[in-house]
C-alpha cells in the first residue's frame, strides 16, 4: 500500500456514510446495512495512528573532503557514496521528484 493511500478513520467513516446513504437512496438495504456494521466495528474500532506530516527536503553538496552533502533542515552530512531516502537525524523525507539535489 502507498503512503497516499492511507485516510484518516474520520475520512473513511465520512465515505462510508455517503455510500450508506446512496445504497438506501437505491433501495438496497442489506448493502446499506453492511456498511453501517463496517463502520461501526471495523473502522471505528481501529487503533489511530501516531503520525506526523511528512517533512521534504533535500541534499544540499558542500565542500569538504569527508562528506558530500547536507540534509537542508538540520544540517547534518552524510559520507560520499551514500544515498538515503530520508535524513537519518530529523528524519525529513528526500524527494526524488525534483526537490532532491544530486550529488
Partial sequence: MN???LISRKAA????GKMIHEYREKGEHDLADGMI?????????????????????????ILNPFW????????????????????????AKMDKNGKEKKV
Fill in 37 to 61: 456494521i463496517a463502520r461501526r466495528y471495523g473502522i471505528k474500532c481501529l487503533p489511530a495512528v501516531d503520525a506526523a506530516p511528512v517533512v521534504h527536503e533535500r541534499w544540499k553538496a
Fill in 3 to 5: 503512503e497516499d493511500d
Fill in 68 to 91: 558530500d552533502a547536507e540534509c537542508s533542515k538540520c544540517g547534518y552530512a552524510k559520507k560520499n557514496g551514500w544515498e538515503w531516502g530520508f535524513c537519518p537525524n530529523c528524519g
Fill in 13 to 16: 467513516c465520512e465515505c462510508i
